[in-house]
Protein backbone atom coordinates (compact mmCIF):
# COMPACT_ATOMS: atom_id res chain seq x y z
CA UNK A 1 0.00 0.00 0.00
CA UNK A 2 1.43 3.95 -0.90
CA UNK A 3 2.33 5.26 2.59
CA UNK A 4 4.12 8.41 2.77
CA UNK A 5 6.37 9.16 6.54
CA UNK A 6 7.69 12.95 7.07
CA UNK A 7 10.23 13.63 9.79
CA UNK A 8 12.88 16.51 10.26
CA UNK A 9 10.48 18.88 11.83
CA UNK A 10 11.32 20.73 15.49
CA UNK A 11 11.86 24.03 16.65
CA UNK A 12 14.11 26.14 15.45
CA UNK A 13 15.37 29.98 16.05
CA UNK A 14 14.38 32.62 13.25
CA UNK A 15 17.27 32.53 10.37
CA UNK A 16 18.05 29.06 11.01
CA UNK A 17 17.64 25.36 8.47
CA UNK A 18 16.06 21.99 8.79
CA UNK A 19 15.58 19.48 6.90
CA UNK A 20 12.35 17.68 5.98
CA UNK A 21 12.07 13.88 5.25
CA UNK A 22 9.31 11.84 3.38
CA UNK A 23 10.30 8.36 3.25
CA UNK A 24 7.98 6.97 0.58
CA UNK A 25 7.32 2.92 0.24
CA UNK A 26 4.50 0.95 -1.80
CA UNK A 27 5.35 2.89 -5.04
CA UNK A 28 8.55 4.63 -6.63
CA UNK A 29 9.03 8.15 -7.03
CA UNK A 30 9.29 7.76 -10.67
CA UNK A 31 5.29 6.93 -9.90
CA UNK A 32 3.90 10.18 -8.61
CA UNK A 33 5.28 13.83 -8.33
CA UNK A 34 6.00 14.41 -4.50
CA UNK A 35 5.13 17.48 -3.24
CA UNK A 36 5.36 19.09 0.38
CA UNK A 37 2.05 21.32 1.47
CA UNK A 38 2.03 23.05 5.20
CA UNK A 39 -1.09 23.83 7.31
CA UNK A 40 -0.10 27.08 10.12
CA UNK A 41 -3.09 27.79 12.62
CA UNK A 42 -5.88 28.66 11.52
CA UNK A 43 -5.45 28.84 8.41
CA UNK A 44 -5.32 27.18 4.76
CA UNK A 45 -3.43 24.59 3.51
CA UNK A 46 -0.94 25.41 1.17
CA UNK A 47 1.06 24.25 -0.95
CA UNK A 48 5.18 24.48 -0.95
CA UNK A 49 7.20 22.83 -3.60
CA UNK A 50 6.54 19.72 -5.97
CA UNK A 51 9.21 17.19 -7.36
CA UNK A 52 8.74 15.17 -10.56
CA UNK A 53 11.75 12.67 -10.25
CA UNK A 54 10.78 10.72 -13.71
CA UNK A 55 12.06 14.23 -15.50
CA UNK A 56 13.62 16.32 -12.60
CA UNK A 57 11.62 19.31 -12.85
CA UNK A 58 10.76 21.36 -9.37
CA UNK A 59 8.44 24.22 -8.19
CA UNK A 60 8.45 26.55 -5.50
CA UNK A 61 5.95 28.56 -3.99
CA UNK A 62 7.01 32.16 -3.76
CA UNK A 63 6.80 32.30 -0.34
CA UNK A 64 9.27 29.83 0.12
CA UNK A 65 11.62 30.43 -3.66
CA UNK A 66 15.42 30.87 -2.69
CA UNK A 67 14.63 29.61 0.88
CA UNK A 68 13.65 26.03 0.67
CA UNK A 69 14.91 23.31 -1.69
CA UNK A 70 13.03 20.00 -2.49
CA UNK A 71 15.32 17.02 -3.91
CA UNK A 72 15.08 13.06 -4.30
CA UNK A 73 16.69 9.96 -3.33
CA UNK A 74 15.68 7.44 -5.88
CA UNK A 75 17.66 4.98 -4.14
CA UNK A 76 16.12 5.35 -0.53
CA UNK A 77 12.69 6.29 -2.25
CA UNK A 78 13.03 9.37 -0.10
CA UNK A 79 12.44 13.19 -0.86
CA UNK A 80 13.73 15.84 1.22
CA UNK A 81 12.99 19.46 1.73
CA UNK A 82 15.71 21.93 2.62
CA UNK A 83 15.13 24.68 4.55
CA UNK A 84 17.01 27.10 4.76
CA UNK A 85 16.70 31.07 6.43
CA UNK A 86 13.42 30.00 8.58
CA UNK A 87 11.44 32.76 9.44
CA UNK A 88 8.27 32.39 11.89
CA UNK A 89 5.76 32.88 9.36
CA UNK A 90 6.80 29.26 8.05
CA UNK A 91 5.88 28.00 11.63
CA UNK A 92 3.11 24.70 10.35
CA UNK A 93 2.37 21.36 10.10
CA UNK A 94 4.34 20.21 6.89
CA UNK A 95 2.87 17.32 4.56
CA UNK A 96 4.30 15.34 1.82
CA UNK A 97 2.16 13.70 -0.63
CA UNK A 98 1.77 11.93 -3.94
CA UNK A 99 0.75 13.16 -6.79
CA UNK A 100 0.93 17.11 -6.55
CA UNK A 101 1.21 19.13 -9.59
CA UNK A 102 1.32 22.60 -10.42
CA UNK A 103 -1.66 24.75 -10.92
CA UNK A 104 -2.09 28.26 -12.18
CA UNK A 105 1.45 28.92 -10.67
CA UNK A 106 0.09 26.69 -7.12
CA UNK A 107 1.22 23.35 -6.04
CA UNK A 108 -2.09 20.91 -5.54
CA UNK A 109 -2.95 17.91 -5.54
CA UNK A 110 -3.56 16.60 -8.98
CA UNK A 111 -5.86 13.67 -8.75
CA UNK A 112 -8.11 12.61 -5.50
CA UNK A 113 -6.12 9.62 -4.29
CA UNK A 114 -6.89 8.13 -0.81
CA UNK A 115 -5.79 9.23 2.69
CA UNK A 116 -2.68 6.92 2.72
CA UNK A 117 -1.18 9.02 -0.41
CA UNK A 118 -0.57 12.10 2.64
CA UNK A 119 1.48 11.74 5.12
CA UNK A 120 0.83 12.27 8.96
CA UNK A 121 2.57 15.29 8.60
CA UNK A 122 5.76 16.67 11.10
CA UNK A 123 5.62 19.98 12.71
CA UNK A 124 8.22 22.67 12.28
CA UNK A 125 8.03 25.95 14.81
CA UNK A 126 10.28 28.98 14.03
CA UNK A 127 10.70 30.86 17.24
CA UNK A 128 11.70 34.85 16.54
Known amino acids: EVQLVESGGGLVQAGGSLRLSCAASGFTLDDYPIGWFRQAPGKEREGVSC????????FYADSVKGRFTISSDNAKNTVYLQMNSLKPEDTAVYYC?????????????????????WGKGTLVTVSS
Open 51 to 58: ISSSDGST
Open 97 to 117: AAGCAVVAGTVMIALPYGDNY
